[in-house]
């Protein structure tokens, strides 16, 4: 008998896009897999769509909870899951239908491997228009990025040695810090150099606020918990804070070098020779 495999779906006001992602799951060619949706505090009609899937087929299931964030409802699921492995994936996204079984086979033959990604593909309602190429492997690997995607398929092993989902991480980055508490603990990602995962890009989400408004904040609370393993490769945190510096002047000198930032110091120039003159 082939273990059971636990698709686990998040879904906080996002029914409209929810029966993609489900249909990726009837859709799979690994057949051993229950899939558990997770109503987390929805206003919208989650319950309703849920319900259809649920006489469809009984593998789906459905539960619901007050609203707590991607990392509760995540926690949530898998508490509530059978399978030895767990697959996550976020209500807005899909998977290719292959990618369980080809994911499956490797965790069972290497038990060095502790979670499986893959690479992906940007797409915006039908138009698919960017594939993104993470690397995985190992802990140096996730140091000072995420390596992999945010939703992958992984032992719940892991999932149970780690503690599970940092429910302080609110603003994102959780999938990222998750990882790297697996790799602490001397599993490594494996990613299938194959696009078998599609992810909804929206012009503000979750990722981009947390890129552009938090990165900071969720950068230093990752480090500071980890501030042991950071002391430990001191020498690559140094290089990579310097590395950051170094490529921010160097941006900034191309932006100076630009013939419009010439032009436009160069325009200047009257302006502020009139303006030294009624200052003095």
């Known amino acids: 008998m082939k273990p059971l495999v636990s698709v686990v779906i998040p879904c906080f006001n996002q029914g409209k896009y929810i029966e993609k992602a489900l249909q990726s799951v009837l859709d799979q060619s690994y057949f051993d897999w229950e899939c558990i949706i997770i109503n987390d505090g929805s206003t919208d009609n989650i319950s309703e769509i849920a319900k259809i899937w649920l006489d469809k087929d009984s593998r789906f299931l459905y539960f619901q909870k007050e609203n707590g964030g991607l990392c509760s409802a995540r926690n949530f699921g898998i508490k509530k899951s059978k399978g030895e492995y767990i697959l996550t994936l976020d209500a807005d996204d899909y998977y290719h239908s292959t990618f369980i079984e080809k994911g499956i086979n490797l965790l069972i033959n290497d038990l060095e491997i502790g979670v499986v990604s893959s690479w992906g593909m940007r797409f915006v309602d039908d138009k698919q228009y960017d594939i993104f190429k993470p690397n995985g492997k190992t802990i140096k690997d996730f140091l000072f990025c995420n390596a992999a995607i945010g939703t992958s398929l992984f032992r719940k092993e892991c999932w149970e040695r780690t503690g599970g989902y940092d429910e302080n991480m609110k603003l994102g980055y959780e999938d990222w810090e998750f990882y790297i508490r697996v790799c602490r603990l001397g ?51 140094v290089e990579n804070g310097l590395s950051n510096v170094e490529n921010l002047r160097n941006e900034n000198l191309k932006i100076r070098n630009k013939i419009d930032y010439k032009l436009g110091k160069n325009l200047l120039l009257p302006l502020r020779f009139f303006k030294s003159i009624f200052r003095k």
Not at 193 to 222: C, G, P, W
């Open 187 to 237: 599993w490594d990602v494996h990613i299938i150099q194959e696009v078998l995962f599609y992810y909804r890009q929206h012009q503000v989400s979750m990722r981009t606020i947390a890129i552009n408004d938090y990165d900071k904040k969720i950068k230093s609370y990752i480090f500071l918990k980890h501030q042991e393993l950071y002391i430990q490769y001191f020498e690559d945190f």
